[in-house]
């Protein structure tokens, strides 16, 4: 994913932290935030410490953002949100990432339709 659609600064994690919405699975906390007249959605990841090592924490990154570049035409341009990684998610497949990466989107309305699988 280009930079471009990434929340990156501190300032703007905070903002969404402090107005948006929050939701959540067994594997991911999602926090939503509109912003009117915004070209593309942005997206900021956090995965903790305990998730693992560095190397590891790439890893479910990397992942992260794969599954939600397969599926970015379905999401509401006019939206930040932070996705939140819980320990939980380490040592899952690239599939079950998406999953439930899915699932929690789905409950925090950023996307709306049955997502293809790939």
Excluded: C, W
């Amino acid at each position: 994913m280009k930079k471009a659609y990434r929340v990156k600064k501190e300032r703007e994690f905070q903002a969404v932290f402090k107005t948006g919405a929050s939701f959540a699975n067994r594997k991911f906390v999602v926090y939503r935030l509109d912003k009117k007249n915004q070209p593309h959605f942005r997206v900021g990841l956090s995965v903790g410490k305990k998730v693992g090592n560095a190397v590891s924490r790439n890893d479910v990154k990397r992942k992260i953002r794969a599954a939600i570049y397969s599926f970015k035409d379905e999401i509401d341009p006019e939206l930040d949100f932070i996705v939140i990684a819980r320990p939980s998610v380490k040592g899952l497949t690239y599939d079950e990432i998406r999953s439930n990466l899915v699932h929690v989107l789905k409950l925090a309305k950023i996307i709306d339709r049955e997502v293809t699988s790939t």
